[in-house]
């Protein structure tokens, strides 16, 4: 392999993983792509670049197996003693007295998201779940989701077992190892009960999109990412600080390892410097004047502007404006409470996502104890919410009870105009009775309600193409796509549009994106669009129509 070869390979590997290669370690890496050609029967390396480089099925198990021998696993419990201590006895607090007041104020319950990303085989994220129950003495009122995350499918697939060799506690006190692990033979185990306070799953930090609220990277308090950027380039490493500042709650954390981005721009963050260890930290919207009115405001574009999809397609917006970001943070900034009180009282999927976004992802201090009063009041006198008919609307419109469930919807409007709910069933219902003007009109309001939702638009595509309006029907599908780049309905609609059209390769291209989303949610996932199917059914119906595909002429 000559030095040419390999510099395309190490271009190549830094665009799909981020990792820096050094000079002195081309002969390895060299070393490392042979091994796996030889494995997969490749006698050029040029062929084996095209597999590495084209974007398939085979193309993803072969980095799979390439990652097993680019990345290294080495960690134990409670690394980094000044780290972890830091995380004890000023991080963690304040985040548990957070969630603690928001729960008295509230009565939302108190919930801690933590994402390990790079977690090796586990012993960050387990350490991590000790720590939180020494630390929170009602544990159990509480809701704990740690993550851990590792593009090495072996690493992950140990950590899952939660078994590890005694090296692995060389910085743990006898006493706490006794506490939470149970001896098996020479090895010891993870107390079980911790252990389901932890998920596993494999995440590439560069190629891979985040926050996803299907794989529940999302509105994390705390994200350790810790000896992992030391490996990357310069450029992947800001990439995907840019993504952990999306994904992190305002006011969230980041802990790095020592020294690990400090030369790199961190405008999203501002640092807060302690004996043991730099940290970062969100900026909270609320206290950046002028940020709730950028957000509100269109953000202009020139009318030949293109939205960048997540498959890579480009499409241009109708008016060159996206879409109002009129959110409920902007409500907040304005006190204006009373329009909150319904929707984050709400038992449906709109309220779990409005108090996991901004209740339960920490608020303004300074605003929960208006909120809190607004709430008390709310209960007192009156009654007949508008969510409390949204939801009598929702159980008639399950029950095919379209009248009654248009009444109760209608009544909510006029209690509260602007209701996303009422607004979003009332097009459900008038599509679903063919009356299509009225639903489109309704997915309209509903967008003025919450410009960043992503039902209202794709409605919308499917109403357009029953009238076999296909333009229409593509331009709003990839709008939900720029929306939410993981909709996994998204990319199954337009490719059975494409299909329709005869385009067939753009309709593989689509079923070969839904592939891949469904491909890293767990097998028994819901898709509610599709019926119900689960994520593993639904792949399997894909599969077919990609087999009938294949086997038709260009």
């Not at 000023?90 to 603690?100: A, D, G, M, S, T």
């Not at 002028?290 to 269109?298: N, Q, T, V, Y």
């Not at 709003?476 to 309905?489: A, D, E, G, N, R």
């Amino acid at each position: 392999m000559n030095d040419a070869q390999i510099q395309l390979f190490i271009e190549l590997i830094a665009a799909h993983m981020g990792l820096e290669t050094r000079p002195q370690d081309r002969s390895g890496l060299s070393q490392k792509l042979l091994t796996r050609m030889k494995a997969i029967k490749i006698a050029f390396p040029d062929k084996y670049y095209q597999i590495l480089a084209t974007p398939n099925h085979e193309s993803q198990s072969e980095w799979r197996e390439l990652a097993l021998l680019l990345t290294i696993n080495e960690s134990y419990f409670m690394r980094d003693k000044g780290q972890f201590s830091l995380l004890e006895k000023v991080i963690f607090p304040e985040l548990i007295e957070q969630k603690r007041k928001l729960h008295e104020q509230s009565g939302i319950k108190p919930t801690l998201r933590i994402w390990s990303a790079g977690c090796s085989t586990g012993e960050e994220p387990y350490s991590l779940v000790i720590l939180l129950k020494q630390l929170i003495s009602d544990w159990e009122k509480w809701k704990i989701i740690v993550l851990g995350t590792d593009i090495n499918q072996v690493a992950i697939a140990k950590a899952r077992r939660g078994i590890y060799s005694p090296w692995s506690f060389r910085l743990v006190e006898s006493e706490l190892q006794m506490q939470y692990f149970e001896r098996r033979k020479t090895e010891w185990e993870i107390d079980r009960e911790l252990r389901e306070f932890v998920s596993f799953s494999c995440v590439n930090l560069v190629t891979d999109n985040f926050p996803n609220i299907y794989t529940d990277i999302h509105n994390i308090d705390l994200i350790l990412c810790r000896n992992v950027f030391v490996y990357f380039e310069a450029q992947y490493i800001s990439q995907v600080l840019k993504k952990f500042a999306k994904t992190l709650r305002h006011g969230g954390y980041l802990m790095t390892g020592h020294a690990e981005v400090h030369r790199h721009a961190m405008n999203e963050f501002k640092a807060k410097v302690f004996p043991e260890s730099v940290v970062y930290q969100t900026k909270n919207i609320l206290e950046e004047p002028g940020k709730i009115e950028s957000l509100i405001a269109p953000a202009s574009q020139p009318k030949s502007a293109f939205l960048e999809l997540g498959n890579g397609e480009k499409i241009s917006s109708d008016n060159g404006q996206l879409p109002q970001k009129k959110t409920v943070l902007a409500s907040l900034a304005n006190d204006n409470f009373g329009h909150l009180r319904s929707m984050l009282a709400a038992g449906n999927a709109l309220g779990k996502m409005l108090r996991s976004r901004y209740v339960e992802g920490d608020m303004a201090s300074q605003k929960l104890s208006d909120l809190s009063s607004t709430l008390a009041a709310a209960k007192e006198t009156d009654r007949q919410t508008p969510q409390i008919l949204i939801v009598e609307a929702k159980a008639c419109f399950k029950n095919k009870a379209y009248a009654e469930a248009m009444n109760k919807a209608k009544q909510a409007l006029d209690l509260q105009e602007h209701n996303f709910d009422a607004n979003y069933l009332l097009a459900q219902i008038y599509a679903n009775l063919g009356q299509y003007s009225q639903a489109i009109a309704h997915c309209k309001r509903a967008s003025k309600a919450d410009a960043m939702s992503i039902f209202p638009y794709f409605l919308q595509a499917q109403i357009a193409e029953e009238q076999n309006d296909l333009e229409t029907a593509k331009f709003f599908i990839k709008k939900t796509i720029y929306l939410c780049p993981s909709f996994v309905s998204a990319y199954l609609e337009l490719g059975n549009i494409y299909n329709k059209e005869g385009k067939l390769n753009k309709a593989i291209k689509m079923y070969n994106s839904s592939c891949e989303i469904l491909k890293k949610l767990p097998p028994h996932t819901p898709i509610e669009q599709q019926g119900k199917m689960t994520a593993t059914q639904l792949l399997m119906d894909i599969k077919k129509k990609l087999v009938k595909l294949y086997s038709q002429p260009n």
